[in-house]
């Protein structure tokens, strides 16, 4: 069994407190510590973050020449061309990225983050196409959700199609900026649409993106991977959207808002609080790690977020941050010591499976 550092001295010291109770033997001990091998570098985590660093760059270079006065230049008489003919290189130039990467995820199926790293700048070059050619069509409208309507569409497809989870997330973003500027611009950019203002639209959009999700990629098998990150999207709208409900409620405007009490807000913090208490029981009830997570993280939050919201004002500074640094000190403490005890119950269970080999 291959472990990381941390895991091997936590195994360690497991053995040696079982071997000291006199639940494992000498040679059971040897051959458990025999069995766990520590390797010092986790590969796979190097090569995540090399890639992220890498796009990272590729960005800061983008922006460093963006600045510079003589690419500047440079690029004016590269884009000088009409929006027809730069919507068409980009497009090329995504089809291309699409290839290379989709032929080398068929050739080494295993080079999971750089094949991903190339589908992200497909994404982006497709980003560029779709705004070039919405420049190209533009009639002088406000009506640009158009556009990010056919950037989910098209990244639902492809990510589909490859199959790409990554994609699949940017069509997915894609769709919520649709929905947030299709509302917007038929309340006439106003602050309410139907008597909802944006973050009570996402509420709901949220619920519908979680229930349609998870219904079809539980019976899609051949996509089941996808189901992950279309609940923590629909989750990630869901609870962002109700944590800022519960701050400004479904007010349009800064002025009615701060005329509104306490009171008035407290129904959508309780509510808040419902919707992160239904995900913890969830993934208690069905062992599902993500909306345990989701409902324990949000009601953190929740919870802090009233502290700050109530206490603030009327408490002296110093005291205000201690009763934080106490909480949450008491917070790591008390995961520290659950961590611990799963794994110990992990290791537990591993050493009570029966020994295939016969012996």
Request: aromatic share 16%; proline share 2%; glycine share 8%.
């Amino acid at each position: 069994m291959r472990v990381s550092r941390k895991e091997g001295q936590l195994i360690q010291r497991a053995i040696d407190q079982w071997q000291a109770d006199g639940m494992l033997s000498a040679a059971q001990a040897r051959e458990l510590n025999n069995s766990v091998q520590v390797h010092v570098l986790d590969w796979r985590r190097v090569a995540r973050y090399a890639l992220w660093v890498s796009i990272a760059c590729t960005l800061v270079a983008i922006t460093a020449a963006l600045a510079d006065e003589w690419l500047m230049t440079l690029l004016e008489r590269v884009f000088s061309a009409s929006p027809w003919v730069k919507c068409a290189a980009f497009t090329v130039i995504a089809a291309v990225l699409y290839n290379t990467g989709l032929r080398r995820k068929r050739r080494l199926p295993g080079r999971k983050f750089t094949n991903e790293a190339i589908f992200f700048f497909g994404v982006v070059a497709t980003a560029a196409a779709i705004g070039f050619l919405g420049e190209a069509m533009s009639t002088g409208s406000d009506h640009f959700s158009l556009l990010l309507l056919l950037a989910a569409i098209l990244y639902g497809l492809l990510g589909l199609w490859f199959p790409s989870t990554l994609v699949w997330v940017f069509s997915l973003l894609s769709l919520g900026s649709w929905f947030g500027a299709e509302t917007g611009y038929l309340s006439g950019w106003g602050a309410y649409y139907l008597g909802m203002n944006l973050p009570l639209r996402f509420v709901f959009f949220g619920l519908l993106l979680l229930t349609v999700g998870s219904w079809l990629f539980t019976r899609w098998r051949d996509h089941r991977a996808f189901l992950g990150p279309t609940k923590a999207i629909g989750l990630l709208y869901l609870f962002v959207a109700l944590w800022i409900m519960s701050i400004f409620g479904n007010y349009g405007d800064i002025e009615n808002w701060e005329r509104a009490g306490h009171l008035e807000l407290l129904h959508w913090s309780v509510l808040f609080g419902l919707a992160a208490v239904a995900s913890i029981y969830h993934g208690l009830r069905y062992d599902d790690g993500m909306t345990r997570g989701f409902g324990l993280t949000f009601l953190f939050i929740n919870l802090y977020t009233r502290f700050f919201e109530y206490f603030w004002d009327e408490t002296h500074k110093a005291l205000f941050f201690g009763i934080l640094a106490v909480s949450f000190w008491y917070l790591g403490s008390r995961a520290e010591k659950i961590w611990q005890l799963e794994a110990f119950s992990h290791l537990g269970a591993d050493s009570e499976k029966p020994d295939r080999s016969g012996k």
